[in-house]
């Protein structure tokens, strides 16, 4: 296991230096960091991602691992001009385009983009799956 978590992030490191991911190729990064705790033990999980935030035994002695992060992202906020024209008509039948800047002001939004993923760890502290629900995954 220990020489896999070097792989994966010299993997994502390299892939993102190549410009921007697909989403497929990030769900895959994603997959993939996951997937390599299957088989392994509840210590090696708490190793590589750090402490659960939440941890659920059940009846059988297996447990349901949390981990739950959360982030607000900002955008807007700001202000550009844009030009705008019109065409102004003389008394005589004449005129010309006259020109000005227009400013034009972007609304702020958030919004808070959450990742839950949970680990099926069995009564022997092996774990046996995963899934994970939210849009902040990947």
């Known amino acids: 296991m220990n020489k896999l978590i070097p ?20 769900q895959k990064i994603f997959a993939d960091g996951n997937e390599v705790y299957v088989g392994k033990t509840f ?6 991602k750090g402490v659960p ?10 447990k349901v691992v949390e981990y739950y ?20 008509r003389n008394s005589d039948g004449t005129g010309s ?3 000005w800047e227009h400013m034009h002001t972007l609304p702020v939004r958030s ?10 760890v069995s009564a022997k502290s092996i774990v046996e799956s995963w899934k994970y629900e939210g849009k902040g995954c990947y």
């Open 53 to 62: 935030t939440g941890t659920a035994t059940l009846s059988d002695g297996s």
């Open 7 to 26: 792989i994966c992030l010299a993997s994502i490191l390299l892939l993102s230096g190549c410009g921007i991911l697909s989403v497929k190729e990030r």
């Open 69 to 88: 992060s959360s982030q607000v992202e900002i955008s807007g906020g700001g202000s550009f001009p844009y030009p705008v024209s019109t065409y102004v």
């Open 97 to 99: 385009w006259v020109y």
């Open 43 to 48: 210590d090696d999980l708490v190793k590589g």
């Open 111 to 120: 919004w808070n983009k959450i990742c839950k993923i949970d680990f099926i």
